[in-house]
């Protein structure tokens, strides 16, 4: 049980760590290892291939499945069939990044088909995959026209369907408004805006960044106020409803490629688009393929400058040792690990978590490390063990980049920092009814392995005291300090050790005890745990024992409750069974049993000289080869039908032997028939001679 309670508390301290770092990490090889996983070659549709190459695109995967050759003939095949809007944009999609061997009239058909399609589409779903398709093709086929002669018109038919609140609707009957939808549209207008003929009006395209402006006041904060936001779908009106990864990525989609068509920069604000990046990157892992490529494009085209890039400050590690004279270490980089321009990374101030207006580190810049790209400090000496709050700041050296990155304001980071806590001045005493009296009193060195033994009766007290202090001298109070009785009986009993100051310590009164004790008298193994997360020598260790006397139970007295079953005990070895036969039946006397053998073997002695007395022969046996084969198989079929009946007596049972007989007596009808033949045949020859 000891042994158990350690785990778990080592257990309970790590997992606590782990959840209080919600401080996000740029994009590492555990996304790719994720990669190659959960995109394995075996894409059931184009919008799967082009997802999966996407990602290996993005990734730069070098190990990556070869699908080109089946892939390419389904884009083929797509792209030569009357196949839906769909299944055409993702097979343009697929075939400009894998290249595949396309004929031009086959782009230019399809050109064709897509300009006539434009006008007539009536939802913005449509629009999104017949405008998309006519870009792609652009980009695939230059010299195909591929420009929209109405694209005012087409940029008209797509804002009318826009709301006041920056959302947009996916069809004129459709009175919902959608966030996903939203960043369709923007997609589609910035295909517009690129297969135009003539330029837009800008008036237009500046009512189109006002309403972008108005989407991110609907932005979502994540969880705690730790700078993370995201995009949440709030359309429901009979559509496939939209997660908030799938809508966040939509709306990203839609603002870079509306920027990257569009003259000046859209000036979005940089905390939210930290925040969105934050949000993506704590997404950690995503477990479905979808929710994968959403995560990853959206994190490259956050990186691809046409917003501001932002840039995700993250440590290596947020759990520090004082004994190994560990450094502070800070790396900035952009969201897919590149590295960051010149900055300067400063500590602003850190905080103990208890006391957040007591700073103990103001106003510190970390050193820049060339060789390993990282920010560095080392711990002053006024940080001692216990867990703090940095607060982290961080400034570009050419001021005129400001606007091409997102840095966000001030970041605050949970850091634990460990040491090795000494225990002293250990002492256990046996008490008198009065606290002044100690009639025991022993040292203790818990750091070492000596235990105590003491006794004590109901009128008498039990005084446990011991100190901790951490390496730059001061007390340290851990999470967990707990003293445990266990009776001989292996009934156990927990108090908490208290902190008085600058010691812990803890009084058991006997004889306000005997009830919770169940006035069992007897033996008591006494065990000390104390353990943190920032403590590195956590310890449970036996102390020694007492023996305790305490009265006789009253008949009042609370009654004994029954051991708590270990949940372990059930994959141990079960008891041994121990099963009862029926007692053996009185066997007779052995000369009795001898004498019935001697009775049953009298009728083959019998039959033995009879044989003799006939004066049997092997005159008549066959002579011709066949014949004497039939009379040989007949005399080895009547031995093993005797040896039969020998092994009936000793082991076999009466089904077992009736089985086998009757296979031997066909068998000897067989060869004794042919064998009497012969000899009738020989017979009757010699008498009529």
Same mark, same amino acid.
């Given at each position: !049980?000891?042994?158990?309670?350690?785990?778990?508390?080592?257990?309970?301290?790590?997992?606590? @760590? /782990?959840?209080?770092?919600?401080?996000?990490?740029?994009?590492?090889?555990?996304?790719?290892?994720?990669?190659?996983?959960?995109?394995?070659?075996?894409?059931?549709?184009?919008?799967?291939?082009?997802?999966?190459?996407?990602? *290996?695109?993005?990734?730069?995967?070098?190990?990556?499945?070869?699908?080109?050759?089946?892939? /390419?003939?389904?884009?083929?095949?797509?792209?030569?069939?009357?196949?839906?809007?769909?299944?055409?944009?993702?097979?343009?999609?697929?075939?400009?990044?894998?290249?595949?061997?396309?004929?031009?009239?086959?782009?230019?058909?399809?050109?064709?088909?897509?300009?006539?399609?434009?006008?007539?589409?009536?939802?913005?779903?449509?629009?999104?995959?017949? $405008?998309?398709?006519?870009?792609?093709?652009?980009?695939?086929?230059?010299? @195909?026209?591929?420009?929209?002669?109405?694209?005012?018109?087409?940029?008209?038919? $797509?804002?009318?369907?826009?709301?006041?609140?920056?959302?947009?609707?996916?069809?004129?009957?459709?009175?919902?408004?959608?966030?996903?939808?939203?960043?369709?549209?923007?997609?589609?207008?910035?295909?517009?805006?690129?297969?135009?003929?003539? #330029? $837009?009006?800008?008036?237009?395209?500046?009512?189109?960044?006002?309403?972008?402006?108005?989407?991110?006041?609907?932005?979502?904060?994540?969880?705690?106020?730790?700078?993370?936001?995201?995009?949440?779908?709030?359309?429901?009106?009979?559509?496939?409803?939209?997660?908030?990864?799938?809508?966040?990525?939509?709306?990203?989609?839609?603002?870079?490629? *509306?920027?990257?068509?569009?003259?000046?920069?859209?000036?979005?604000?940089?905390?939210?688009?930290?925040?969105?990046?934050?949000?993506?990157?704590?997404?950690?892992?995503?477990?479905?393929?979808?929710? %994968?490529?959403?995560?990853?494009?959206?994190?490259?085209?956050?990186?691809?400058?046409?917003?501001?890039?932002?840039?995700?400050?993250?440590?290596?590690?947020?759990?520090?040792?004082?004994?190994?004279?560990?450094?502070?270490?800070?790396?900035?980089?952009?969201?897919?690990?590149?590295?960051?321009?010149?900055?300067?990374?400063?500590?602003?101030?850190?905080?103990?978590?208890?006391?957040?207006?007591?700073?103990?580190?103001?106003?510190?810049?970390?050193?820049?490390?060339?060789?390993? &790209?990282?920010?560095?400090?080392?711990?002053?000496?006024?940080?001692?063990?216990?867990?703090?709050?940095?607060?982290?700041?961080?400034?570009?050296?050419?001021?005129?980049? #400001?606007?091409?990155?997102?840095?966000?304001?001030?970041?605050?980071?949970?850091?634990?920092?460990?040491?090795?806590?000494?225990?002293?001045?250990?002492?256990?005493?046996?008490? &008198?009814?009065?606290? &002044?009296?100690?009639?025991?009193?022993?040292?203790?060195?818990?750091?070492?392995?000596?235990?105590?033994?003491?006794?004590?009766?109901?009128?008498?007290?039990?005084?446990?005291?011991?100190?901790?202090?951490?390496?730059?001298?001061?007390?340290?109070?851990?999470?967990?300090?707990?003293?445990?009785?266990?009776?001989?009986?292996?009934?156990?009993?927990?108090?908490?050790?208290?902190?008085? &100051?600058?010691? *812990?310590? $803890?009084?058991?009164?006997?004889?306000?005890?005997?009830?919770?004790?169940?006035?069992?008298?007897?033996?008591?193994?006494?065990?000390?745990?104390?353990?943190?997360?920032?403590?590195?020598?956590?310890?449970?260790?036996?102390?020694?024992?007492?023996?305790?006397?305490?009265?006789?139970?009253?008949?009042?007295?609370?009654?004994?409750?029954?051991?708590?079953?270990?949940?372990?005990?059930?994959?141990?070895?079960?008891?041994?069974?121990?099963?009862? %036969?029926?007692?053996?039946?009185?066997?007779?006397?052995?000369?009795?049993?001898?004498?019935?053998?001697?009775?049953?073997?009298?009728?083959?002695?019998? %039959?033995?000289?009879?044989?003799?007395?006939?004066?049997?022969?092997?005159?008549?046996?066959?002579?011709?080869?066949?014949?004497?084969?039939?009379?040989?198989? *007949?005399?080895?079929?009547?031995?093993?039908?005797?040896?039969?009946?020998?092994?009936?007596?000793?082991?076999?049972?009466?089904?077992?032997?009736?089985?086998?007989?009757?296979?031997?007596?066909? %068998?000897? !009808?067989?060869?004794?028939?042919?064998?009497?033949?012969?000899?009738?045949?020989?017979?009757?020859?010699?008498?009529?001679?």
């Amino acid at each position: !049980m000891a042994i158990n309670l350690a785990k778990f508390l080592i257990l309970f301290f790590t997992i606590s @760590i /782990c959840n209080a770092v919600t401080n996000p990490s740029p994009i590492s090889d555990s996304h790719r290892s994720a990669a190659l996983q959960l995109f394995d070659g075996s894409s059931s549709s184009l919008e799967e291939a082009c997802d999966a190459l996407r990602v *290996f695109e993005i990734l730069a995967l070098e190990n990556k499945p070869d699908v080109s050759i089946t892939t /390419c003939r389904k884009v083929v095949e797509n792209l030569g069939s009357s196949s839906s809007l769909k299944d055409l944009f993702y097979a343009l999609k697929v075939n400009g990044i894998l290249k595949c061997k396309v004929d031009k009239g086959v782009f230019q058909d399809i050109a064709s088909r897509l300009k006539a399609a434009v006008n007539d589409a009536s939802t913005l779903v449509d629009i999104y995959y017949t $405008i998309g398709s006519l870009v792609l093709i652009k980009d695939q086929a230059p010299d @195909i026209d591929v420009l929209l002669a109405d694209a005012d018109g087409t940029f008209h038919s $797509i804002k009318a369907l826009s709301q006041s609140d920056g959302r947009w609707r996916y069809s004129s009957d459709n009175p919902e408004s959608s966030t996903y939808a939203a960043g369709l549209a923007l997609e589609a207008l910035a295909g517009v805006i690129s297969l135009a003929s003539s #330029e $837009i009006d800008q008036s237009r395209v500046n009512t189109v960044k006002s309403d972008i402006f108005k989407l991110f006041d609907s932005i979502q904060k994540y969880g705690m106020d730790d700078g993370t936001f995201y995009f949440d779908e709030k359309f429901g009106g009979g559509r496939e409803h939209q997660g908030s990864l799938s809508t966040s990525s939509s709306v990203v989609r839609g603002i870079t490629s *509306f920027a990257a068509v569009t003259s000046g920069k859209i000036d979005l604000p940089g905390d939210k688009i930290l925040g969105l990046a934050k949000y993506f990157l704590g997404i950690g892992l995503p477990g479905s393929a979808k929710d %994968f490529f959403n995560q990853i494009e959206s994190l490259a085209l956050l990186e691809s400058k046409r917003v501001p890039v932002p840039l995700v400050l993250s440590l290596p590690a947020t759990v520090y040792s004082l004994s190994k004279k560990d450094q502070l270490k800070v790396t900035v980089n952009t969201v897919l690990g590149s590295a960051a321009p010149p900055l300067t990374v400063k500590l602003v101030r850190a905080f103990h978590a208890d006391a957040k207006h007591s700073a103990v580190i103001e106003g510190k810049e970390l050193q820049y490390d060339q060789s390993s &790209g990282l920010h560095v400090m080392g711990f002053p000496d006024n940080v001692d063990v216990g867990t703090y709050v940095f607060v982290f700041e961080t400034a570009l050296h050419d001021s005129g980049s #400001e606007n091409d990155y997102a840095i966000g304001g001030q970041i605050h980071v949970p850091i634990y920092v460990t040491g090795i806590v000494k225990v002293s001045n250990a002492e256990i005493a046996v008490l &008198g009814s009065d606290l &002044g009296s100690d009639e025991t009193q022993k040292t203790l060195d818990l750091a070492g392995t000596d235990v105590v033994s003491l006794s004590a009766n109901h009128l008498q007290k039990l005084r446990f005291s011991f100190q901790l202090i951490t390496p730059h001298g001061h007390t340290f109070k851990p999470r967990q300090a707990l003293l445990k009785l266990k009776h001989e009986t292996k009934y156990e009993h927990i108090f908490v050790v208290r902190n008085t &100051g600058k010691k *812990f310590e $803890i009084i058991l009164d006997f004889l306000g005890l005997v009830d919770k004790f169940y006035y069992l008298s007897g033996r008591y193994d006494f065990e000390l745990t104390v353990g943190d997360a920032v403590m590195e020598n956590s310890f449970l260790r036996p102390l020694g024992h007492l023996e305790l006397d305490l009265p006789e139970a009253p008949e009042k007295a609370a009654h004994l409750p029954p051991l708590p079953v270990d949940p372990y005990s059930r994959y141990g070895p079960k008891a041994e069974i121990a099963h009862l %036969f029926r007692t053996p039946e009185k066997r007779p006397p052995q000369n009795l049993s001898l004498t019935f053998l001697i009775v049953t073997l009298l009728p083959f002695i019998g %039959f033995l000289v009879g044989l003799l007395r006939l004066g049997v022969n092997f005159k008549n046996f066959p002579s011709s080869a066949l014949p004497a084969a039939y009379a040989i198989l *007949f005399q080895l079929g009547t031995a093993a039908v005797l040896l039969l009946y020998v092994l009936f007596w000793l082991k076999l049972d009466l089904f077992t032997t009736l089985k086998a007989l009757g296979f031997l007596g066909a %068998f000897l !009808m067989f060869v004794g028939h042919r064998t009497l033949s012969h000899l009738a045949s020989t017979s009757a020859k010699l008498k009529s001679a």
